[in-house]
């Protein structure tokens, strides 16, 4: 099934939602944003699902509709 959001806008998800992942895993774990390095990230119900690293180990976040970070996980 294909959005209806145009392209660009489906981008400019993705880029918010990596975003505010990298700065929500900084915060909780107290290094600079810049060490978080994104993996991956897809549409994932109204939001996005982003893959993350840090220090070797993964992450796993989940965004709502708004940007808005709903769980942080590390796998």
């Known amino acids: 099934m294909q959005s209806s959001r145009p392209a660009g806008a489906?981008?400019?998800a993705a880029a918010a939602a990596t975003a505010a992942c990298k700065s929500a895993l900084a915060l909780r774990s107290g290094v600079n944003a810049i060490?978080?390095?994104p993996?991956?990230?897809a549409?994932?119900?109204n939001g996005q699902?982003?893959?993350l690293s840090l220090h070797q180990a993964q992450w796993?976040?989940?965004t709502d509709?708004?940007?808005?970070v709903d769980r942080l996980e590390r796998r």
């Open 10 to 12: 489906n981008a400019e």
């Open 35 to 37: 060490y978080v390095l």
């Open 39 to 41: 993996i991956s990230h």
């Open 43 to 45: 549409p994932y119900g």
């Open 49 to 51: 699902e982003v893959f």
């Open 60 to 62: 796993l976040c989940t």
């Open 65 to 68: 509709a708004r940007g808005n």
